[in-house]
């Protein structure tokens, strides 16, 4: 039973109203129009040309240009390609510490080669700051303060824009066993015991959200899901190997551009840390698999992990207990997609964006649960060795 105090979900982890966003709780900026070019100018010393809103979940991205001219002493080159302006939602805002913590992290990555954005100074050389974005007050009847920070915007595209290939697949699966092995130098306190609503550990609190869901055959896959990841998951914590995470590395934060002086796509970054943790490796892996899943056309959705994972095991090796539980995990990642998409558009019904995995999504999922957990991992293991026998 809820009390004020928190609770606790079925791993005894402790779940306050502060570390995780709550069923029917409201996290998302309000921006008022014409605020991201007063607040750029203000505090970034940068006159804005253009700027456009960015698809998001809990915070508000935008892209600008801006004029050749500024007034911002750290800033000694302007970046062509533009930049973003991120807008921390009222939870993650609470702390400022997060924000400083996703730098760190970039910073990390940016030193072992994986391409990222960078964190542009304000006129005070300060790399973060809160800022009121709107007139409109909150339930207190505040004008709440949100964080926001200033990145550069990494040319490419996402890699949903494009075709995906065997190779592309491969090296996706390559970049994510080279951030799982870069990320062993890193660490950052914020991190350590952080509790978000989207890590895969919390999907046994998907049946608090159910009732976003339109249909009773949905409520009970999500709730066989919650199961299944009790008994196979959850029970083998202690035997995963851990270590820092992306925590979200979706068809939307993964980066490709052309390879050069050709027509192919080769991977070539990644975005988006609002979702980090100190957390099992095996998970991200698993939710990178699940989105691009939903979109690739190259082969049978089913073989897509054949493919990631064998770029991946050509870095790292999975561990036994790994393989064991990577098919609930990826389930468990598809099942919290579509159940915590389908609450964020309860809440926000004018947020179409978080249904992205909807249309898709659950045709896949149905399709995926209802295969032989072990006759799926035995055809990505002879994807694996086929890759292997090419190389």
């Not at 998302?28 to 100018?41: A, F, N, S, T, W």
């Not at 009847?141 to 592309?168: A, M, S």
């Not at 978000?196 to 049946?207: A, C, E, G, Q, Y």
Request: hydrophobic residues 35%; glycine residues 6%; aromatic residues 8%.
């Amino acid at each position: 039973m809820d009390s004020g105090n928190g609770t606790s979900d079925t791993n005894g982890n402790k779940c306050t109203p502060s570390t995780v966003q709550q069923p029917g709780e409201v996290i998302r900026p309000v921006v008022l129009e014409g605020m991201v070019k007063d607040i750029i100018h203000k505090m970034y010393g940068l006159t804005v040309t253009v700027v456009k809103e960015l698809p998001s979940y809990d915070d508000r991205n935008y892209y600008v240009r801006v004029e050749d001219q500024h007034s911002n002493p750290f800033i000694q080159q302007l970046q062509p390609g533009g930049y973003l302006l991120k807008v921390i939602n009222s939870k993650d805002s609470m702390n400022p510490q997060g924000l400083e913590a996703q730098h760190a992290f970039m910073k990390c990555l940016l030193k072992n080669s994986i391409q990222t954005q960078m964190i542009i100074p304000n006129i005070n050389g300060e790399e973060q700051s809160l800022e009121i974005m709107s007139s409109q007050t909150n339930v207190q009847g505040e004008l709440p303060k949100h964080l926001i920070d200033l990145r550069t915007f990494v040319p490419g595209q996402i890699i949903q824009k494009v075709p995906y290939t065997h190779q592309l697949l491969i090296q996706d699966g390559v970049l994510m066993a080279r951030m799982a092995c870069a990320l062993k130098e890193f660490d950052h306190s914020f991190y350590r015991d952080r509790d978000i609503l989207w890590s895969v550990t919390n999907v046994p609190l998907l049946t608090r959200y159910t009732f976003s869901l339109q249909h009773d055959d949905e409520r009970d896959i999500i709730e066989d899901i919650v199961s299944a990841f009790n008994t196979d998951v959850v029970s083998k914590y202690q035997h995963l190997p851990k270590g820092y995470i992306h925590g979200d590395p979706n068809e939307q934060n993964i980066l490709v551009s052309k390879v050069p002086g050709g027509e192919d796509n080769e991977i070539s970054g990644i975005l988006d840390f609002s979702d980090v943790a100190n957390s099992y490796l095996v998970l991200d892996l698993a939710i990178n698999i699940a989105y691009l899943m939903i979109d690739s056309e190259v082969a049978d959705q089913l073989d897509t992990p054949g493919y990631i994972l064998a770029g991946y095991e050509s870095i790292r090796q999975l561990t036994p207990v790994e393989w064991d539980v990577i098919f609930v995990c990826i389930a468990g990642r598809l099942a919290q997609s579509l159940t915590l998409g389908a609450h964020a558009n309860f809440l926000e019904p004018e947020n179409t964006y978080v249904l992205t995995t909807s249309k898709k999504g659950w045709p896949l999922l149905r399709k995926f649960w209802s295969q032989p957990r072990d006759s799926i991992l035995s055809r990505w293991k002879k994807i694996i060795a086929s890759c292997r026998l090419i190389d």
